[in-house]
């Protein structure tokens, strides 16, 4: 399925050119009910071509969404999931599970930090209904330990499997993976627990041992030294005439020590030289110089005196969240997951991600997914926040 992006102040739309004849009763179908795990969608007529645009607006593809978070079993069957609640509801209005795009970058995904749920695109001439785009996707993004499982979960597929068993078979992984932990917690528990209360005793033993040291005699003539103080184990007692004696002892023996008498000095520095400290190049730096073009970075323009960002990964991505972005911009116009900047050799490209008060690039404004290289002193504004890229 061939589909471009555009987009104006308000709105973003997914615009395919699509034979929408071949709708049948479906068109009906659509037209009377309001299905809302379907991306809404109005037709029109250009040229004798009907050409369909899809209301993305606020929405983001499962691909960019899934870029954000880190892969795990429980967000894979999350997907997974919704994915089956989207399908099973068009077809309780009797919609061709054919005619929806299961694809990783043609489902959406309604942002919300409380909740989010998946919403199709309904195109008659699709005719595709395969996971095998958002299997690969996983095989491809997740974390080593997770890899052998999502080849067993891709060769599940590609023999047909249904969402239904890949969901079974990532449950199966999620109980055992809990089993698996929770026997080391066990373990571990019960390994603490035998060296907490082997701390306990050693500290009970040393609790009754200095009390045993504090113990004095309960006689009222002990200070004068007629009776013993318990001040160390049983086996050394000593009378109170006896430990003051000591102590005086100690202490004029203690300030002999220290009597000792110190010559005044004088520090004369050798002769120096006093030069600038010179700061080492960073090898991003040097290899900028050595190739040529733009060093890769946004120096900021507003009035705000932020910080300029530095791009320092291949896929740099730029929002006002903290978390799943490379660099924050502080506003609250800005996107959570604004743009990202993609750095190809010397070459640097923008891309918006479906923001919802947009990137501009010297004025013009970007299309979802729009790829657009960057030149050196390119104006960007991500909403009302404005760099400049050398």
């Excluded at 970075?297 to 991505?317: A, M, S, V």
């Excluded at 506003?331 to 900047?341: D, E, L, M, Q």
Aim: charge should be negative.
């Amino acid at each position: 399925m061939d589909y471009k992006f555009k987009r104006d102040l308000k709105n973003s739309f997914m615009i395919v050119e699509s034979g929408f004849e071949n709708a049948g009763y479906e068109k009906n179908i659509l037209r009377y009910n309001d299905i809302d795990v379907l991306v809404p969608f109005h037709t029109v007529e250009i040229n004798n071509v009907t050409q369909v645009w899809y209301d993305i607006t606020g929405l983001v593809s499962l691909k960019d969404y899934l870029m954000q978070q880190t892969i795990t079993y429980e967000l894979m069957r999350k997907v997974f999931l919704y994915l089956k609640i989207a399908i099973d509801e068009t077809e309780r209005f009797l919609i061709d599970v054919n005619h929806l795009s299961i694809d990783i970058d043609t489902i959406f995904v309604v942002k919300n930090d409380m909740e989010w749920k998946l919403m199709l695109i309904y195109c008659p001439d699709n005719n595709q209904s395969s996971l095998d785009n958002i299997l690969e996707f996983f095989m491809d993004n997740v974390s080593k330990e997770m890899m052998d499982f999502c080849f067993k979960l891709y060769d599940s597929g590609i023999e047909g499997n249904t969402i239904e068993g890949i969901i079974n078979l990532i449950d199966k992984e999620i109980n055992c993976e809990y089993s698996t932990n929770k026997n080391d917690t066990d373990n571990n528990y019960s390994e603490e627990l035998e060296e907490y209360n082997t701390n306990n005793e050693e500290e009970e033993t040393n609790k009754k041992s200095d009390f045993k040291r504090r113990l004095l005699s309960d006689d009222d003539d002990y200070i004068w030294g007629h009776n013993s103080i318990d001040i160390f184990e049983e086996n050394e007692k000593e009378t109170l005439f006896e430990k003051i004696k000591r102590i005086i002892t100690n202490y004029f023996n203690f300030n002999k020590k220290q009597d000792t008498t110190y010559e005044d000095f004088t520090y004369e520095p050798d002769q120096q030289i006093y030069e600038p400290t010179v700061l080492l190049k960073s090898f991003d730096d040097c290899e900028s110089q050595i190739e040529g073009g733009m060093r890769g970075e946004l120096q900021y323009l507003g009035e705000k005196k932020k910080d300029n960002i530095r791009i320092n990964k291949d896929e740099f991505r730029l929002g006002s969240s903290i978390d799943g972005n490379d660099s924050v911009i502080d506003s609250p116009v800005v996107s959570r997951f604004h743009a990202k900047i993609l750095r190809e050799g010397k070459s640097y490209y923008l891309e918006d991600l479906n923001s919802t008060n947009g990137t501009c690039v010297n004025g013009k404004m970007l299309g979802y997914r729009d790829k657009v290289e960057l030149n050196p002193e390119d104006t960007i504004m991500f909403a009302d926040e404005c760099y400049k890229i050398v």
